[in-house]
């Protein structure tokens, strides 16, 4: 891990969210001197305190010790993209919004493939001002 880093790190995203140091310091119960000396590189987050940190910042652990912030630009998506996935060990449903391997129970689930849509499954789509609603119409029974 890198001190210098994880230091510049948490000054960017503190300055971005207009924290002040001091701010940040009685979240976390800290000294403005501590944070200080982390943004400086000259003092290194407790590890007790990586997982508080990173959510009074707004990023996952990862992000903080590795310096990359991931920001998703895209904000919709193709709704044709969307993919189900149910174990046939404990039936549970998983949603994807693109490609995925996706295990469960330790199998590696295939993506439900279409069925035709009939009356009892029907997709409604409103819209109201700039936002698309999508209603799938089902009664969530299992038949088997």
């Known amino acids: 891990m890198n001190q210098h880093l994880i ?3 948490i000054k960017n995203i503190r300055e971005r969210k207009n ?3 001091k701010e ?3 979240k ?3 000294s403005d001197k501590t944070i200080s000396k982390w943004e400086t590189g000259k003092g290194f987050p407790d590890i007790s305190l990586f997982e508080p940190l990173a959510s009074e910042l707004g990023i996952s652990v990862m ?3 590795g310096g990359k912030t991931i920001c998703n630009s895209n904000k919709s998506f193709y709704m044709t993209k969307i993919k189900f996935f149910v174990c046939p060990v404990c039936s549970n449903i998983i949603c994807s919004t693109g490609n995925a391997l996706i295990s469960c129970c330790g199998i590696t689930l295939p993506d ?3 069925e035709q849509i009939d009356k009892d499954h029907e997709i409604t789509i409103e819209k109201i001002e700039d936002e698309y609603y999508v209603k799938i119409s089902h009664g969530m029974i ?3």
């Open 63 to 65: 992000e903080l010790m």
């Open 19 to 21: 924290i002040t140091q």
């Open 7 to 9: 230091g510049t790190t």
């Open 112 to 114: 439900l493939e279409v």
């Open 28 to 30: 976390l119960n800290v």
């Open 24 to 26: 940040l310091a009685e």
């Open 142 to 144: 299992k038949k088997h």
